[in-house]
């Protein structure tokens, strides 16, 4: 069985090490956010991309919940003494890594072969797709004005309410190689508990990707990543509530209007009339076997055996 699943950083991770252990790795393709990316002193980040591949290779640090294990912070010091830029954290073997990918990217390799290079180089067995090679880049407007997203995500503690978030670049981004193609032979398709606005949005703001999942003759199921109407972690309770209207499973399932077929929620949220299908079940990936039985579950919702 062939699984496709959308995904941005952290939340999508966390579920992606779930799927991986149901239907093992050779099987999954992952569809990445490159809308968070940020060149940072002269560097070429990819915070959604590296936290799928540190998760999934086992280098992930999971109580600081970002980022690599065994981080040391020294190069980034030495910028701030030095008058640098430092507001965005970077660790030293984090940074090793994006060297790597600025010095390919440099050489005009394209972004979803730089990242198939280092994800094979840390031996991942899913295979790590960008949703886009092309510049794809998340602005939100609020009252305060209009940012780019890690300006408002870490410079300002995403503090700001969001009236509204675009993404420069589209629709002119075509989908990277083997984003169709991973999308065409899946026998099911997923949508991580990831931000609807500034993970999965972005990733659906490809014509091609979103056009893709309207055609599909899979089921295509999203997991809620909000637990009883709230984030596990950052802003899109805030954001469903105030650009959507509220929190409720139906709320989260008008992010991806005429895209799925059924949304799994937490047992905290009232299962009342969504336009979809809900399927009820425990969210909170707490650990391995947490994310395990939920994407047993997405996967049980689409219809697929686990
Ligand atoms: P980011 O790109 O690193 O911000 O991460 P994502 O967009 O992939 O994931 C962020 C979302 O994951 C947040 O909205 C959280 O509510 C959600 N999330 C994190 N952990 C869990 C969990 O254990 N269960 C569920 N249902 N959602 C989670
Ligand atoms: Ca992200």
């Given at each position: 069985?062939?699984?496709?699943?959308?995904?941005?950083?952290?939340?999508g991770?966390?579920?992606?090490?779930?799927?991986v252990?149901?239907?093992?790795?050779?099987?999954?393709?992952?569809?990445?956010?490159?809308?968070?990316?940020?060149?940072?002193?002269?560097?070429?980040?990819?915070?959604?991309?590296?936290s799928?591949?540190?998760?999934?290779a086992?280098?992930?640090?999971?109580?600081?919940?970002?980022?690599?294990?065994?981080?040391?912070?020294?190069?980034?010091?030495?910028?701030?003494?030095?008058?640098?830029?430092?507001?965005?954290?970077?660790?030293?073997?984090?940074?090793?890594?994006?060297?790597?990918?600025?010095?390919?990217?440099?050489?005009?390799?394209?972004?979803?072969?730089?990242?198939?290079?280092?994800?094979?180089?840390?031996?991942?067995?899913?295979?790590?797709?960008?949703?886009?090679?092309?510049?794809l880049?998340?602005?939100?407007?609020?009252?305060?004005?209009?940012?780019p997203?890690?300006?408002?995500?870490?410079?300002?503690?995403?503090?700001?309410?969001?009236?509204?978030?675009?993404?420069?670049?589209?629709?002119?981004?075509?989908?990277?190689?083997?984003?169709?193609?991973?999308?065409g032979a899946?026998?099911?398709?997923?949508?991580?508990?990831?931000?609807?606005?500034?993970?999965?949005?972005?990733?659906?703001?490809?014509?091609?990707?979103?056009?893709?999942?309207?055609?599909?003759?899979?089921?295509?199921?999203?997991?809620?990543?909000?637990?009883?109407?709230r984030?596990?972690?950052?802003?899109?309770?805030?954001?469903?509530?105030?650009?959507?209207?509220?929190?409720?499973?139906?709320?989260?399932?008008?992010?991806y209007?005429?895209?799925?077929?059924?949304?799994?929620?937490?047992?905290?949220?009232?299962?009342?009339?969504?336009?979809?299908?809900?399927?009820?079940?425990r969210?909170?990936?707490?650990?391995?076997?947490?994310?395990?039985?939920?994407?047993?579950?997405?996967?049980?919702?689409?219809?697929?055996?686990?």
């Open positions: 069985m062939n699984v496709a699943v959308l995904s941005g950083g952290v939340g991770a966390r579920f992606l090490r779930g799927v252990a149901v239907i093992g790795s050779d099987n999954v393709s992952i569809v990445g956010n490159v809308a968070d990316d940020i060149e940072v002193l002269g560097l070429r980040v990819s915070p959604d991309l590296d799928i591949l540190y998760t999934l086992g280098l992930a640090d999971e109580e600081r919940g970002w980022g690599r294990a065994g981080e040391t912070w020294q190069a980034l010091e030495t910028v701030a003494q030095l008058g640098g830029e430092s507001w965005f954290r970077l660790g030293d073997r984090d940074i090793g890594l994006h060297l790597v990918r600025t010095e390919l990217l440099r050489s005009r390799v394209p972004l979803s072969e730089a990242t198939e290079r280092l994800a094979h180089a840390l031996g991942l067995g899913a295979r790590l797709l960008p949703a886009t090679d092309d510049p880049r998340t602005f939100v407007e609020t009252p305060e004005g209009t940012f997203f890690q300006t408002w995500f870490v410079a300002r503690g995403h503090r700001d309410e969001v009236d509204a978030v675009h993404y420069a670049g589209s629709p002119d981004a075509t989908a990277a190689p083997g984003v169709l193609e991973a999308l899946a026998d099911v398709i997923l949508i991580a508990p990831s931000n609807p606005y500034v993970s999965i949005g972005p990733i659906l703001a490809v014509d091609e990707i979103r056009e893709a999942l309207e055609r599909r003759t899979v089921p295509c199921v999203a997991v809620s990543p909000l637990i009883g109407g984030a596990v972690k950052g802003p899109a309770d805030r954001m469903l509530l105030r650009i959507a209207g509220g929190t409720s499973p139906a709320h989260v399932a008008s992010c209007a005429g895209l799925i077929d059924a949304l799994v929620i937490d047992e905290a949220d009232v299962p009342a009339d969504a336009p979809v299908r809900l399927v009820v079940t969210t909170l990936m707490t650990d391995l076997e947490a994310a395990r039985r939920l994407a047993a579950a997405a996967l049980d919702a689409a219809g697929a055996p686990a």
